[in-house]
């Protein structure tokens, strides 16, 4: 591959980054949250229960960054933080019914690259051909530089968001 093509590839991405990130920011900041706060909020809604370092696997952040945003939450009474009984080290995140609550509006939110992909995809068999090569594309990255644990539960939450 050629170094301006991979140049316009990354910068096409970054581009498409950019607009999901205003959308996780618009969505959050209604909720009075942070993305990454209200990226918490989604990782507990499908794990239930999850350990510091389980969120931040699943997160793909550095402990320290979970543990302030954990704290965060707290605050805002949308986390419940419980230590394990037999391992003090070890604590477990739930989400509180108002966590549940702020989720739930996020979830109502149009996120504008969700349109986008609709109707790109709806548009002809040929489109929707791409979005599945796309797809298998991101799988193999994601698998090379976040490992099979984190690609698995990509696929696996997603088939409890239809």
């Given amino acids: 591959?050629?170094?301006?093509?991979?140049?316009?590839?990354?910068?096409?991405?970054?581009?498409?980054?950019?607009?999901?990130?205003?959308d996780w920011q618009k969505s959050a900041q209604d909720q009075g949250i942070t993305s990454a706060e209200q990226h918490i909020l989604w990782i507990l809604h499908f794990e239930k229960e999850a350990t510091m370092s389980r969120i931040a696997q699943l997160g793909l952040w550095e402990i320290s960054t979970?543990?302030?945003v954990i704290k965060r939450l707290t605050k805002k009474g949308l986390v419940d933080v419980q230590k394990n009984k037999k391992d003090l080290r070890i604590s477990y995140v739930t989400l509180t019914d108002e966590g549940k609550k702020v989720r739930e509006e996020t979830?109502?939110?149009?996120?504008?690259?969700?349109?986008?992909?609709h109707d790109f995809a709806g548009r002809n068999e040929e489109n929707r051909k791409l979005?599945?090569?796309m797809k298998e594309f991101l799988l193999d990255f994601n698998?090379?530089?976040?490992?099979?644990?984190?690609?698995?539960?990509?696929?696996?939450?997603s088939k409890s968001s239809d």
């Fill in 107 to 117: 979830q109502n939110y149009t996120y504008k690259i969700t349109e986008y992909l």
């Fill in 1 to 22: 591959m050629k170094i301006n093509e991979v140049h316009e590839l990354i910068n096409y991405y970054r581009g498409m980054y950019k607009v999901l990130e205003q």
């Fill in 66 to 68: 979970v543990m302030q």
């Fill in 143 to 157: 698998k090379h530089f976040h490992g099979e644990e984190f690609s698995k539960w990509v696929k696996h939450t």
């Fill in 131 to 133: 979005i599945d090569q």
